[in-house]
């Protein structure tokens, strides 16, 4: 039973880019959500996608952007990079949306010089 | 706005000792607790989940709830250098229908033979 995937592992971008990072969640999870941590601090809400919708948001510009396909699936999309993105972003399913639980993906690895 | 606090430490015990992980919270409507390990470039890993006042034993670890004093702690008996990593604690409030969690920054713990 595969577990939370995402891709890619590492990243460097340069200011002003634009990524995209990839998230598939564990098989029979249909909720994803997006965290972003920077160094030495705690995992911090992005979004949260559910039926192929963004059903909540944390206090993040737009410029942080994201979609879910419909195998569940999901991309996380950051417009106009700034140095302050750096950071691991993190993928987390779990089996439904009203689910405390969550498990979280390995991770990406985000940076921008 | 809901706050998670931890003492970013390092705390530092040697093997076989007992460690004492504490972490309080602001928001009196939060009802599920969470403790993650995370290991040095990995992602979070749920330990354990505490809903009611008192304690939860799993193995060697134990959780500690005090709605009352809004503190939750863990507790790791015997403890073995592959326990060192960051821990992090974890709130949610049921109340507004959101089940996204709040971390805190996380406490590193070291296990030094």
């Known amino acids: 039973d595969a577990g939370v995937t995402q891709s890619p592992t590492h990243l460097i971008k340069t200011r002003g880019q634009q990524v995209t990072l990839r998230c598939s969640p564990k098989s029979g999870h249909d909720t994803v959500s997006w965290y972003q941590q920077a160094l030495g601090q705690g995992p911090q809400f992005i979004f949260q996608?559910?039926?192929?919708?963004?059903?909540q948001r944390g206090n993040f510009p737009d410029r942080f952007s994201g979609h879910q396909f419909p195998n569940y699936s999901s991309e996380l999309n950051v417009n106009a990079l700034l140095l302050g993105d750096s950071a691991l972003y993190l993928c987390?399913?779990?089996?439904?949306?009203?689910?405390?639980?969550?498990?979280f993906g390995p991770g990406t690895r985000l940076l921008v010089l | 706005q809901k706050e998670v606090e931890q003492n970013s430490g390092p705390l530092s015990v040697p093997e076989g000792a007992i460690a004492s992980l504490n972490c309080t919270y602001s928001d009196r409507v939060s009802q599920s607790f969470f403790w993650y390990r995370q290991y040095s470039g990995k992602s979070p890993e749920l330990i354990m989940s505490i809903y009611s006042n008192g304690d939860k034993e799993d193995g060697r670890f134990t959780a500690q709830l005090n709605k009352a004093s809004q503190y939750v702690s863990l507790l790791i008996r015997d403890s073995q250098p592959s326990d060192s990593a960051t821990y992090l604690c974890a709130v949610i409030d049921l109340t507004g229908g959101s089940y996204i969690p709040t971390f805190g920054r996380g406490t590193s713990l070291i296990v030094h033979p």
């Open positions: 987390a399913s779990s089996p439904k949306v009203y689910q405390e639980t969550q498990y």
């Open positions: 996608y559910y039926e192929e919708e963004e059903r």
